[in-house]
């Protein structure tokens, strides 16, 4: 009898342990964060803004207008090998704002991208002028000014963006549309365009990421 049950119990044992080695690993997604440049099978490049939810599992990035257009297929890396989502809706001129909706591996926290790490965004703001707001750069980590205008049109390439704020924040080369701003750890808005330089001073334009919320019916990760 003692032979008997010790015997089930290592087949019990073996059974588990060729199932667990039967079963092949499933593979991590990329690691997808605000501020983070992704590209699009157009050809196209842009930054991530913020990554947001609809109340379920679902994960979306939110992107400029102009970033999205048609039904488009999006990659973490410019060789276009590792696929992150597709473009789920997109409203430009206007309004401006596109979305991608992830794809199940894809791993979006509520972080932007600053100095090559994660820093956490627990909610959105509206612009108000006079009040400080600040860019993850690529080479600097972050520059800060104060929004100067709110509600403004602003025509950037091929069309035009409504109910955009200004800020006396220069925009260092090599920083993408898209690129978020933020006042401490909520999120602001999205880069859209630029003028000036960081020599002699600039102004940045900005998507207010609320509107985006609303129209989408989201919230911020």
Do not use: K
């Not at 667990?20 to 964060?33: N, S």
């Not at 009040?131 to 025509?155: E, Q």
């Not at 200004?166 to 006042?183: D, I, Q, R």
């Amino acid at each position: 009898m003692r032979l008997l049950r010790y015997g089930s119990a290592l087949l019990a044992l073996l059974t588990a342990m060729s199932l667990l080695i039967a079963t092949p690993a499933v593979a991590a997604g990329p690691t997808v964060r605000g501020g983070d440049r992704v590209y699009s099978s157009s050809g196209g490049s842009c930054a991530i803004g913020f990554n947001a939810h609809g109340g379920g599992t679902q994960r979306y990035g939110l992107l400029p207008g102009g970033c999205g257009g048609a039904v488009t297929t999006w990659y973490a890396d410019s060789a276009l090998t590792v696929p992150i989502g597709t473009t789920a809706a997109s409203s430009f001129p206007g309004g401006g704002w596109a979305l991608i909706q992830y794809n199940a591996t894809v791993n979006a926290p509520g972080e932007i991208s600053v100095g090559g790490a994660g820093y956490p965004i627990t909610g959105a703001a509206s612009p108000v002028v006079g009040g400080r707001v600040c860019l993850a750069t690529p080479a600097s980590g972050t520059r800060c000014g104060t929004v100067t205008a709110v509600n403004l049109t602003v025509n950037v390439g091929s069309g035009a963006y409504s109910g955009v704020f200004a800020a006396n924040l220069c925009v260092e080369s090599g920083t993408a549309p898209g690129t978020p701003s933020f006042s401490g750890s909520a999120g602001v808005g999205v880069l859209i365009g630029s003028s000036g330089n960081c020599v002699t001073g600039g102004t940045s334009y900005h998507l207010p990421v609320v509107r985006a919320l609303n129209s989408f019916g989201l919230s911020l990760v």
